[in-house]
T-cell receptor, first 110, second 111 residues
Framework: DTAVSQTPKYLVTQMGNDKSIKCEQN?????MYWYKQDSKKFLKIMFS???????INETVPNRFSPKSPDKAHLNLHINSLELGDSAVYFC?????????FGPGTRLTVL | QKEVEQNSGPLSVPEGAIASLNCTYS??????FFWYRQYSGKSPELIMS????GDKEDGRFTAQLNKASQYVSLLIRDSQPSDSATYLC???????????FGAGTRLAVHP
């Protein structure tokens, strides 16, 4: 029983394309997050939603648009993909302070 | 100055020894502190959280927090080869429910 799941696990695409990553949590948490881990393994917050409301937006290009249809789901849509978007994207969720991560989506932009 | 700093390592320890991982943070009003373990190609896994000064023990792991010195550490007793991973220190800045991560320390436990 996966607590935080993401699809797809791998995503390979061409520059300029638009792609989406989906995240679901079955922990009953109110808050969900997107993090980006770059090639140097540095993990950085992108967005946070609390009960479907955007509460953190960390100066991410507006090509990135998160959407939360309900508090168990948080999707990430990326327009006009660039080479620099290649990274591993992690979804996470929390109820209080402790955050639990999904398995990650490895995005490769060619 | 980076917000959360860790020695990148690798930190190499023999099996059975104590591994000591250190982290400093710059935001004095940081409230919550976490240690995550990340195996290569996997997601970060929460292993310890600590919120007040002092020590917190959980099995072979002990987290230590000193807010005056803005320092948090993780001790792993009786290190095992399976502990070989990157250990990420994370901090929640005051008033924000987000994690600021350090770059991680790579730990290698050799038999």
């Amino acid at each position: 029983d996966t607590a935080v799941s993401q699809t797809p696990k791998y995503l390979v695409t061409q520059m300029g394309n638009d792609k989406s990553i989906k995240c679901e949590q079955n922990l009953g948490h109110d808050t969900m997050y997107w993090y980006k881990q770059d090639s140097k393994k540095f993990l950085k917050i992108m967005f946070s939603y609390n009960n479907k409301e955007l509460i953190i937006n960390e100066t991410v290009p507006n090509r990135f648009s998160p959407k939360s249809p309900d508090k168990a789901h948080l999707n990430l849509h990326i327009n006009s993909l660039e080479l620099g978007d290649s990274a591993v994207y992690f979804c996470a969720s929390s109820q209080l302070q402790e955050q639990f991560f999904g398995p990650g989506t490895r995005l490769t932009v060619l | 100055q980076k917000e959360v700093e860790q020695n990148s390592g690798p930190l190499s320890v023999p099996e059975g020894a104590i591994a000591s991982l250190n982290c400093t943070y710059s935001d004095r009003v940081s409230q919550s502190f976490f240690w995550y373990r990340q195996y290569s190609g996997k997601s970060p896994e929460l292993i310890m959280s600590i919120y007040s000064n002092g020590d917190k023990e959980d099995g072979r792991f002990t987290a230590q927090l000193n807010k005056a010195s803005q320092y948090v550490s993780l001790l792993i007793r009786d290190s095992q080869p399976s502990d070989s991973a990157t250990y990420l220190c994370a901090v929640t800045p005051g008033g924000y429910n987000k994690l600021i991560f350090g770059a991680g320390t790579r730990l290698a436990v050799h038999p």
